[in-house]
């Protein structure tokens, strides 16, 4: 493919697909089959976490219900993690399945952030949506949460 100022919208859509069949590839989410998981790793009880569990418990606040999906708001915090040079929390994706546009965002973090924090607004087609946030520890690889919103009025 020759790189120039003009993307046609047929190459920007066979891109979104290779991305999307990279990202959907990649992420098996099975809670009931531990062994099946691949790469990710999981806060089985966020009440009763062992002590690897609990740095790495990822906090997501999303509305119960958001009326209009063109702006509804997300926090997405690591508090428990160190953010030391040899060990932090690296980046955090958030996906959303159900949207025609998944990735809704990757922020990379660094140890002088201090904490992995994220404030945001993304905007989300209407109905039933789980939100899945990934968060890449530099020690301990990829742990996984998520949360669901319903979405009065779809934004996409």
């Not at 990279?22 to 989410?29: A, D, F, K, R, Y």
């Not at 890449?136 to 669901?148: D, I, L």
């Amino acid at each position: 493919m020759v790189f120039s100022s003009h993307i046609t919208r047929r190459e920007v859509l066979r891109m979104a697909a290779l991305g999307v069949a990279g990202i959907t590839t990649g992420l098996t989410v099975r809670p009931s089959h531990a062994e099946e998981r691949g790469h990710f790793n999981f806060v089985e009880d966020s009440n009763d976490p062992n002590e690897l569990e609990y740095e790495h418990i990822i906090n997501i606040r999303l509305p119960i219900i958001a009326e209009d999906g063109a702006n509804v708001p997300i926090v997405i915090a690591v508090e428990n993690h160190p953010m030391e040079p040899d060990h932090y929390v690296k980046s955090i994706q958030i996906l959303s399945f159900n949207d025609p546009i998944v990735g809704k965002g990757l922020y990379e973090f660094s140890p002088g952030n201090g904490i992995a924090y994220i404030a945001n607004q993304m905007r989300m087609d209407g109905g039933d949506t789980q939100v899945i946030a990934i968060a890449e520890c530099t020690k301990h690889g990829k742990w996984v949460a998520s949360e669901n919103v319903k979405v009065s009025l779809g934004g996409c």
